[in-house]
């Protein structure tokens, strides 16, 4: 079997008390066998990070060169995705080199065309068939990843994530909860699970709701890709690079040394000044994409917080068609498109989606986690997972998904909150003290959030701040720009912000009511 299950249903950190290094640890079978034994009798058993039977030797690869510590994702034929013999290879090797003075920067990637596109849901799915055992054991992988996905996100080294190809679901959770994220012309980013009869997972609670506006839930309910450069002006990705220039990126971040004790936030800066100085400018502009623009204001109009219900968020998709007179032709055409797209999904899976990111966007970190992990528990038992997985990924050719129920009328609210109930697997994340330390966790903001692109609130605050001094557009651009140093793609992205939500009123630029 590939996924490891086990009868008890409380689930320790991702770094156990032991510190010893991990070839130390495989090289002493003795002290292997203690670990095994007390694990099965302790009350905080449900993760292992030892190997097990079927485990891929070579599925994550990981390298060494001076300071740089990197994590290569090894399944190409698979793009990478992720399963629970990569999630423990992984975990291990974090909790190795956190504890290492020689480690001092952590990076991400994925052999091939992809990243990581997703976990292996297809494993999950055949597991759920064998009944309440199946549904069990894949309850504790999403254990195992969503600990791994908490450690990197409370980790207290440098962590670079290279996007460069397909970025999706489990991908997501390995790279959009860490400081750097860096895009390249080859990305692809989404978020596809409500096409799949489940819901966005990883600590997409916590991270979409914190996008602008409404592109959050925009992104979750339709599975809609972004490409390339918009990852970046999105705010799903910090930086973006041409991918001929990751490979030099990579030796210099190898060449950096820093004192002993110097603050994380402090190295952050050092980093983000260093991924800076291999930016070489970006093929468009924001308002170029739907994450700028008149489309942009179209999806934040169509999934803003007054349509609190999937029958808002139609009606408004209906009145922008109805309205082809006054509305442009390519805004009525991505409502008809975007309609049709949430039909097609499991009505089960949007439903509890829409009510995933209202509640999520007041979720800390870790409460994030824990949640989503009750979320996944239902949505191994409900029918929707294994008929969307099924019907997409594992019959060829593919088929249409039945979903139970069919409509999204048939869902009811009392359907959805059985979602939300508490998980019967705990996930024991405190006991990961010295990166919640490092990073102020507990956390409802990230506290790197300002290695990405500012976001409207920031411009918004800095007009609030500058009072009468904010006579024009290009007085807001240039004190934003002071304020992020130059940063790359700051100046476009306030211009794009500034069309969208202000206007100039008597001589001052002031924001949109």
């Known amino acids: 079997m590939l996924f490891h299950a086990c009868a008890r249903?409380?689930?320790?950190?991702?770094?156990?008390?032991?510190?010893?290094?991990?070839?130390?640890?495989?090289?002493?079978?003795?002290?292997?066998?203690?670990?095994?034994?007390?694990?099965?009798?302790?009350?905080?058993?449900?993760?292992?990070?030892?190997?097990?039977?079927?485990?891929?030797p070579h599925d994550v690869l990981f390298a060494s060169h001076f300071g740089l510590r990197t994590i290569t994702l090894n399944r190409p034929k698979k793009l990478n995705s992720l399963n629970a013999s990569m999630a423990r290879k992984i975990l291990s090797r974090l909790r190795e080199w956190r504890k290492s003075q020689l480690a001092e920067v952590v990076v991400i990637k994925g052999a091939g065309r992809a990243f990581c596109a997703g976990g292996d849901v297809a494993a999950l799915a055949l597991q759920n068939q064998?009944?309440?055992?199946?549904?069990?054991?894949?309850?504790d992988y999403f254990a195992l990843e969503y600990t791994?996905?908490?450690?990197?996100?409370?980790?207290?080294?440098?962590?670079?994530?290279?996007?460069?190809?397909?970025?999706?679901?489990?991908?997501?959770?390995?790279?959009?909860?860490?400081?750097?994220?860096?895009?390249?012309?080859?990305?692809?980013?989404?978020?596809?699970?409500?096409?799949?009869?489940?819901?966005?997972?990883?600590?997409?609670?916590?991270?979409?709701?914190?996008?602008?506006g409404a592109l959050g839930?925009?992104?979750?309910?339709?599975?809609?890709?972004?490409?390339?450069?918009?990852?970046?002006?999105?705010?799903?990705?910090t930086h973006y690079l041409h991918s001929t220039s990751l490979p030099d990126l990579e030796a210099r971040l190898a060449e950096l040394r820093f004192p002993d004790s110097t603050p994380l936030q402090t190295l952050l800066r050092l980093i983000n000044s260093t991924i800076e100085e291999f930016c070489t400018g970006f093929p468009k502009p924001p308002t170029a994409s739907l994450v700028g623009g008149d489309l942009r204001a179209a999806i934040d109009y169509v999934f803003q917080p007054g349509h609190r219900s999937l029958d808002d968020i139609f009606n408004a998709l209906r009145g922008l068609e109805d309205q082809r007179q006054q509305t442009p032709p390519d805004i009525v055409d991505w409502a008809k498109k975007t309609r049709e797209t949430l039909l097609q999904r499991s009505p089960t899976s949007a439903h509890v989606t829409l009510r995933q990111?209202?509640?999520?966007?007041?979720?800390?970190?870790?409460?994030?986690?824990?949640?989503?992990?009750?979320?996944?528990?239902?949505?191994?038992?409900?029918p929707d997972f294994v008929a969307g997985v099924s019907a997409l990924l594992i019959h060829k050719p593919k088929t249409t998904p039945i979903w139970t129920p069919a409509r999204f009328e048939d869902v009811k609210a009392v359907d959805v909150a059985r979602f939300f109930s508490s998980p019967s697997t705990e996930l024991a994340l405190?006991?990961?003290?010295?990166?919640?330390?490092?990073?102020?966790?507990?956390?409802?903001?990230?506290?790197?959030?300002?290695?990405?692109?500012?976001?409207?609130?920031?411009?918004?605050?800095?007009?609030?701040?500058?009072?009468?001094?904010?006579?024009s557009g290009d007085?807001?651009?240039?004190?934003?720009?002071?304020?992020?140093?130059?940063?790359?793609?700051?100046?476009?992205?306030?211009?794009?912000?500034?069309?969208?939500?202000?206007?100039?009123?008597?001589g001052l630029v002031v924001w949109r009511t």
Request: a negative charge; hydrophobic letters at 40%; zero cysteines.
């Open 9 to 56: 249903r409380v689930v320790p950190s991702a770094f156990p008390i032991s510190t010893m290094p991990l070839r130390a640890r495989i090289a002493n079978p003795a002290l292997m066998a203690r670990q095994s034994s007390s694990s099965s009798s302790s009350s905080s058993s449900n993760i292992t990070l030892t190997e097990q039977p079927g485990d891929d």
């Open 130 to 139: 064998q009944g309440v055992e199946g549904q069990r054991a894949s309850t």
């Open 148 to 212: 791994l996905d908490h450690a990197i996100a409370t980790y207290p080294k440098p962590y670079l994530a290279l996007l460069d190809g397909i970025t999706m679901g489990g991908g997501v959770g390995l790279s959009l909860h860490a400081p750097f994220r860096i895009a390249t012309e080859n990305t692809v980013f989404a978020m596809p699970e409500t096409t799949i009869g489940f819901f966005p997972d990883v600590g997409a609670s916590f991270f979409l709701p914190r996008l602008d």
């Open 217 to 237: 839930l925009y992104l979750a309910l339709t599975s809609a890709q972004l490409h390339g450069v918009d990852v970046f002006w999105s705010g799903v990705a």
């Open 357 to 382: 990111l209202r509640e999520g966007a007041r979720w800390d970190i870790a409460e994030t986690f824990r949640r989503e992990l009750g979320l996944a528990e239902r949505f191994m038992s409900h």
């Open 430 to 471: 405190a006991d990961d003290v010295e990166g919640q330390t490092a990073t102020g966790w507990p956390w409802r903001m990230y506290p790197h959030s300002w290695t990405a692109l500012p976001g409207e609130g920031e411009v918004k605050r800095v007009l609030r701040e500058m009072g009468e001094k904010a006579q």
């Open 475 to 506: 007085d807001v651009v240039e004190e934003v720009v002071r304020r992020r140093d130059g940063k790359a793609g700051v100046r476009e992205k306030v211009e794009d912000i500034l069309r969208r939500k202000t206007m100039n009123e008597n």
